[in-house]
């Protein structure tokens, strides 16, 4: 990768508050609101005795990867796409390709930072425990990354136009936040619902993150289906992607 394109994009990110608000700032934002509520901050016997400010640092976690992933990269890629920046840089030494590997990382980094954020404010303001199987946690978390940043590419992919990034990104987002146990969490979710969300990536990173928070080992069966959907979500970018 281009170092010069990666500072570059990252200086870009930096310029764009709205971006740095909605990936970095405001799923800390949220778990300070809801962690505001008392009964939040009370042991809940349906959570197996966790309080719901502790069962959604990890939703915190992934809201800051769907939002990066659905929302902030297919917006800047289909942007450069339309204005015909990645068609000008085939004129120059600096491949396509490293800006969208540029993209990626900075995208990745923001949404990573997010959530160090979450699990720090969680743990001063909430005293929220730190994941007690730190290891897994973070295979958990670098997975969901690589899926999450993958769907976006394939948003980005499919989409012409700016605008039309952002309807796909929408339609998607919304399920994604689901899953992902925004309204209700996935272990307090019906047998049958709880099964099929686990199936989607963002459902098998909230249990993943979840058993890692507890000191287990996320499930092998969690993990795999994260890998496949990240590999499945990059074979269909790279098949798709298109450059002007």
């Not at 640092?57 to 339309?82: C, D, F, K, N």
């Not at 948003?155 to 925004?182: D, E, N, Q, W, Y």
């Not at 990536?201 to 890692?212: E, I, M, N, S």
């Amino acid at each position: 990768m281009n170092t010069a394109v990666l500072r570059t994009e990252f200086r870009l990110f930096r310029r764009e508050p709205g971006a740095v608000f909605w990936v970095f700032l405001f799923p800390t934002l949220l778990l300070v609101i809801l962690g505001s509520i008392p009964s939040f901050r009370n042991a809940d016997s349906s959570l197996g005795g966790l309080r719901p400010v502790d069962a959604y640092v990890p939703i915190a976690v992934l809201i800051a990867l769907i939002m990066s992933g659905v929302q902030t990269l297919p917006q800047a890629l289909t942007g450069y796409r339309e204005r015909g920046i990645l068609r000008r840089m085939r004129l120059t030494p600096v491949q396509p390709s490293a800006l969208l590997s540029a993209q990626m990382a900075v995208q990745g980094t923001v949404a990573l930072g997010s959530a160090l954020l979450a699990l720090v404010v969680g743990r001063l303001a909430f005293d929220v425990r730190l994941p007690k199987q730190p290891g897994g946690y973070l295979l958990a978390l670098l997975l969901a990354a690589a899926a999450a940043l993958a769907l976006g590419s394939v948003v980005s992919a499919l989409s012409r136009t700016t605008k039309i990034a952002g309807a796909i990104g929408s339609a998607v987002f919304f399920p994604m936040m689901f899953c992902a146990g925004v309204w209700l969490p996935v272990r307090e979710m019906p047998h049958a619902m709880a099964r099929v969300v686990q199936l989607t990536p963002f459902g098998a990173a909230a249990r993943a993150l979840d058993q890692a928070a507890a000191g287990h080992w996320p499930g092998w069966d969690h993990l795999g289906v994260l890998a496949l959907w990240a590999v499945l979500l990059t074979a269909g970018a790279a098949r798709w992607f298109r450059w002007e």
